[in-house]
């Protein structure tokens, strides 16, 4: 999502941080208050630069940089938690990614805490760079766990839009990551078994020839993989997918689909790049399939919004779907290791 050229609009921008208590005083660390006012709302046209930019509650210890931390405020202590590192993708900010993948909406139903960062790097573009970011990331995990205890985490996952869910594929398996993620969530960042995208990227260089795609790399390690995406930036979802082939899963199964009557709070202003990029948020359908019998209660799962683009903030049914799956599935990794 690159805000400088598409530019987004939250039709209920929310600026809590929240907050709460765990396995030792939350907040002693970060610094996040569980004071968490209400969603403001704000016209399309009129959301102010101080709300949509703002950088977070929390502070990372050791490079001073600020991030998101959401959880509920009635954490007790020695409670069990299911914790998401949610990443923006290429060209937006933390706050924007909070908005457009809203989990923190569920964060006291489900019991879900969430670190929500923005990438270091803004020329020429924001984006997720590994010299820059990789180390910070890790100190933002570091600092959750020691703050809600290990033991206290059981399960955790990889959640990220665009390029922030390429640099989850990216950085899941590595030494740190893999022995504690569980799952990883790709909005629109990537299917394990592609799906080629339809939206228009930034015009190539004139005569450029479009680069051959590179053949693909199976992950080397293990975890759960949920992949959603617009039905319109995707050529087509396959029918199989090799990550259900590694853990010896059954056809997938179709369910039933996932109606929403309300609009998700982010949409894209721009419409020069077309449908497949994303328009105004509004309510609509999704349909969902599921790869039963997986080895080690492994879940893979397909998920297509019907007639939404790249950008189009996630609506609640559909939102609730995702976070059911999630916590539904094994963890325990962060405990283990």
């Known amino acids: 999502m690159n805000i400088k050229t598409v530019g987004f609009a939250i039709a209920a921008l929310g600026l809590a941080v929240v907050g709460g208590s765990a396995a030792a005083a939350p907040g002693s660390i970060t610094g996040a208050s569980c004071n968490a006012p209400p969603r403001v709302n704000c016209p399309n046209a009129n959301c102010l630069a101080a709300l949509t930019s703002a950088d977070g509650n929390a502070v990372e210890p050791k490079t001073k940089r600020k991030f998101f931390l959401d959880y509920p405020c009635d954490l007790k202590p020695g409670e069990d938690v299911l914790f998401v590192l949610n990443l923006h993708g290429a060209g937006s900010i933390g706050n924007w990614q909070r908005h457009y993948f809203p989990i923190i909406d569920l964060k006291d139903k489900y019991r879900i805490v969430v670190a929500t960062p923005t990438a270091a790097t803004a020329e020429p573009q924001r984006r997720w760079v590994a010299e820059a970011d990789d180390a910070y990331l890790q100190n933002v995990v570091d600092t959750v766990i020691a703050e809600f205890g290990k033991n206290n985490i059981k399960s955790f996952w990889l959640a990220g839009h665009s390029q922030g869910g390429i640099t989850s594929r990216r950085i899941v398996c590595s030494d740190y990551f893999k022995t504690k993620v569980d799952g990883w969530l790709s909005l629109s960042g990537g299917r394990i ?64 689909d996932l109606v929403d009557t309300r609009a998700g709070y982010v949409t894209a202003t721009d419409q020069s790049r077309g449908p497949s990029w994303g328009r105004f948020a509004r309510p609509g359908t999704a349909e969902e399939w599921v790869y039963p019998g997986c080895r080690g209660g492994k879940l893979v799962a397909d998920i297509v919004r019907k007639d939404k683009g790249h950008t189009e903030g996630l609506e609640p049914v559909v939102l609730e779907e995702i976070v059911k799956l999630m916590v539904a599935a094994p963890g325990g990794k962060v405990r283990r290791g």
Request: aromatic share 8%.
């Open 193 to 256: 078994g592609n799906t080629p995208v339809t939206f228009a990227r930034a015009p190539a260089a004139a005569g450029a020839a479009a680069p051959a795609p590179a053949p693909e790399q199976m992950p080397a390690c293990d975890f759960h993989h949920i992949f959603t995406a617009g039905e319109l930036e995707i050529a087509g979802l396959p029918a199989t997918s090799p990550w259900a082939a590694k853990y010896g899963c059954g056809d997938r199964v179709k369910k039933a």
